[in-house]
């Protein structure tokens, strides 16, 4: 690979990952524009986060399709505590999250693109 196109590839390389808000942010947002906040629930140690993350959310087609449908939100169980009194038996699980902060749907597992994708697709 030719070196400019590998600094460009390392350049864009952060803008094509899903780009998280902390939830406090996720909030706000979600009063400006009324999208579903996904929250993304994860621990360090977590092989099926870790392959979920980057095999399908960073993806550029699954990350800009998750961008423009809701407000993501990634808590790490070893350092932050859930909103909502939620409770997780495993992880990844994720929590979708209407307006009135009721969560519509959740999703346990980790999943491939296209699984993940119809999963979400009807979530409004």
Not at 45 to 56: F, L
Request: hydrophobic content about 40%; aromatic content about 10%; overall charge neutral.
């Amino acid at each position: 690979m030719n070196k400019l196109l590998f600094l460009l590839v390392l350049t864009l390389s952060p803008l094509l990952a899903l780009q998280y808000h902390s939830y406090e942010d996720a909030l706000k947002l979600q009063k400006q524009n009324a999208k579903i906040i996904m929250l993304d629930v994860v621990r360090t140690d977590c092989h099926y986060c870790s392959d979920m993350e980057r095999d399908v959310l960073n993806q550029s087609e699954m990350s800009n399709y998750l961008q423009e449908r809701f407000i993501p939100v990634k808590i790490n169980l070893d350092t932050e505590k859930l909103p909502l009194g939620i409770k997780v038996h495993f992880t990844p699980t994720f929590f979708f999250i209407d307006a009135e902060q009721k969560i519509i749907k959740k999703i346990p597992g980790s999943w491939n693109a296209k699984d993940f994708k119809e999963l979400t697709d009807t979530i409004k």
